[in-house]
């Protein structure tokens, strides 16, 4: 399925209708693999001289993490980042608190130890998120 048609799919279900402002939305979200704050977005989106409201921009992403397009990351300091899910491939983060750099990184034996144990008490792990946050050793 295209981009574009997932993104019409999505804003269908949510039921509003696709608009070239929320297409560019997503595809300023696409543009690259930068994990950024809707601001940074809507900033992005303005600086191109595209005509978007802040509003829209929220809504849109809204739908689109909604509807997993795009990844949630909260930072735990009531700051959120997104990143595009235009693959399926899991990973998981590592966030700096002195830099603010975002190390994306699997570990299959981490992966498999999750299991484990949510085995161990009857579950599956359907999914989930693995944020460490770290700072540099000095």
């Not at 209708?17 to 997503?26: D, L």
């Not at 979200?29 to 005509?51: G, P, T, V, W």
Request: proline share 1%.
């Amino acid at each position: 399925m295209t981009t574009k048609n997932s993104l019409s799919k999505a804003l269908k279900k949510e039921g509003l209708r696709f608009t070239s402002q929320r297409q560019a939305v997503w595809d300023e979200i696409k543009s690259n693999d930068d994990h950024r704050d809707a601001e940074q977005i809507y900033s992005a989106l303005r600086k191109n001289n595209l005509n978007v409201s802040r509003a829209t921009v929220y809504r849109t992403i809204d739908v689109l993490v909604k509807n997993r397009l795009v990844r949630k990351m909260d930072l735990g300091d009531g700051r959120s980042l997104f990143e595009p899910r235009l693959d399926d491939e899991h990973h998981d983060h590592m966030i700096c608190l002195e830099t603010g750099d975002i190390i994306e990184f699997y570990n299959k034996e981490l992966e498999d130890l999750q299991d484990t144990i949510a085995k161990k008490y009857g579950y599956k792990v359907i999914r989930h998120v693995h944020q460490l946050f770290v700072k540099p050793i000095k």
